[in-house]
């Protein structure tokens, strides 16, 4: 969820750790630059990472899946361990999205397919992916003071279940993201991104499987 009142803002894929074997340790910044304005509508690179994102985490998802043939839910595993001041909206954007959608589940737990982390960040709050199979959202301090904290953090959530950003998009669009501005107070998915996760969660994992 970028913010759309900075004008200059970092726009290429931040480079994370593997969660799994450093969950203590902050995600790395990349160098670069982009220009943000009232209208932004996002970046060629930011729709890859996101992709990559929820590319990493299907696959996370479906080795767990093959090693446990007859398990029947599709169980999406996050850490909080590293974002402990939003342990309360991350817990709410996954209820959230728990009860929004039917064919793919979210909880915390013991190796996670991604994890939480908090700080401070000119880009504002963000997903990415480490390019090796890991993924993470950063929640950051500052944007988090300034628009509706749980609309943040589910709004960040939903790349990890596959869906890209749509700053144009109104208040009611989840995935509109800062795009209408701090007075925006929707935390919930619409139906048209609710069907879209459905959808991605009924095929996409069974691509993931035979990929």
């Avoid at 969660?19 to 982009?34: D, K, M, Q």
């Avoid at 109104?170 to 800062?178: H, T």
Wanted: with cysteine.
């Amino acid at each position: 969820m970028r913010h759309p009142k900075v004008l200059t803002s970092v726009l290429t894929a931040a480079l994370g750790l593997g969660l799994a074997a450093s969950l203590g340790t902050a995600p790395a910044a990349a160098v670069g630059t982009g220009t943000l304005t009232r209208n932004y509508a996002g970046s060629a690179e930011e729709a890859k990472a996101n992709q990559a994102f929820f590319d990493a985490v299907v696959k996370s998802v479906a080795k767990k899946r093959a090693a446990v043939p007859g398990a029947t839910a599709v169980t999406v595993v996050y850490s909080t361990a590293n974002a402990p001041s939003f342990r309360t909206q991350i817990a709410r954007s996954a209820q959230i999205w728990n009860s929004s959608v039917a064919n793919v589940r979210l909880v915390e737990g013991s190796n996670p397919d991604f994890a939480y982390y908090e700080g401070n960040d000119s880009r504002g709050s963000y997903a990415s992916t480490d390019g090796h199979g890991s993924g993470y959202i950063f929640l950051d301090y500052r944007q988090n003071q300034q628009y509706n904290s749980t609309r943040v953090t589910a709004h960040e959530t939903g790349h990890v279940l596959g869906l890209p950003d749509h700053y144009s998009g109104p208040c009611s669009e989840l995935m509109s993201g800062g795009g209408p501005g701090t007075s925006c107070q929707n935390a919930q998915p619409n139906a048209q991104e609710r069907s879209r996760v459905d959808q991605l969660w009924r095929y996409g994992l069974a691509s993931a499987f035979k990929g």
